[in-house]
């Protein structure tokens, strides 16, 4: 089944060192996102690639990073990860921005504990 | 921007009755109106979704009725189960932005 793959489930790190979390789909979709969920609040938008193209949101630190490497793969990097940034990481793709493609199908999340 | 706001925050409903959870937005130019459910430690699940030239979409239980005028959409599930319970997300297609703005969700219980 094509889906939206996310690694690993459950991530721990310390204060400050850098972690990297995984996202890859099998739905050949042109768009990929990641979002921030923190606990009972709705997920926040942190960029977008269309293709290769990054979209970076006016408010995300610059401690958070991406890379996407080909079509199916995308990458969340925390360069110095603070106790604030414990939360639930959600990738999740679309096959286009236009009207017609927009819809977006999430991946099961990678919980991050910062310790 | 976009600004969605979603209620209510908590709901609870028998078993077999029906649930509506209410969303408005501010941009009359929105134009993709998705719901989403969040089961615990679970990735939000797309599982309807209305474009602005329609006024209402069903797929079995669940249906979902735009007020474009109003600037207004609901979730209507009917005949609610156990496995309904959730948090349900609603979402505006921002569309100078072209990202989705969410509601601050609803937790849906069913009580048997």
């Known amino acids: 089944d094509a889906m939206v793959i996310q690694n690993p489930r459950y991530q721990v790190t310390q204060f400050g060192k850098p972690v990297t979390l995984s996202c890859s789909q099998t739905?050949?979709?042109?768009?990929m996102y990641w979002y921030q969920q923190k606990s009972s609040q709705a997920p926040k938008l942190l960029f977008h690639y269309y293709d290769k193209d990054f979209n970076n949101e006016a408010d995300t630190p610059d401690n958070f990073q991406s890379r996407r490497p080909n079509t199916s793969f995308c990458f969340l990097d925390i360069r110095s990860p603070g106790l604030g940034d414990a939360a639930m990481y959600l990738c999740?793709?679309?096959?286009?921005?236009?009207?017609?493609?927009?819809?977006?199908?999430f991946g099961p999340g990678t919980r991050l504990t910062v310790l | 921007g976009e600004n969605v706001e979603q209620h209510p925050s908590t709901l609870s409903v028998q078993e077999g009755d029906s649930a509506v959870i209410k969303c408005t937005y501010s941009?009359?130019?929105?134009?993709?109106f998705p719901w989403y459910k969040q089961e615990l430690g679970k990735g939000p699940q797309l599982i309807i979704d209305i474009r602005s030239n329609v006024g209402e979409k069903k797929d079995q239980r669940i249906a979902v009725t735009l007020n474009k005028t109003a600037k207004h959409f609901s979730l209507h599930i009917t005949e609610t189960q156990p496995e309904d319970s959730a948090v349900y997300f609603c979402a505006a297609m921002e569309v100078g932005a072209q990202k989705l703005v969410f509601g601050q969700g609803t937790r849906l219980t069913i009580n048997p």
């Open positions: 739905l050949n979709h042109n768009v």
């Open positions: 999740a793709t679309s096959r286009d921005l236009g009207t017609a493609y927009n819809e977006q199908f």
């Open positions: 941009d009359s130019a929105s134009n993709y």
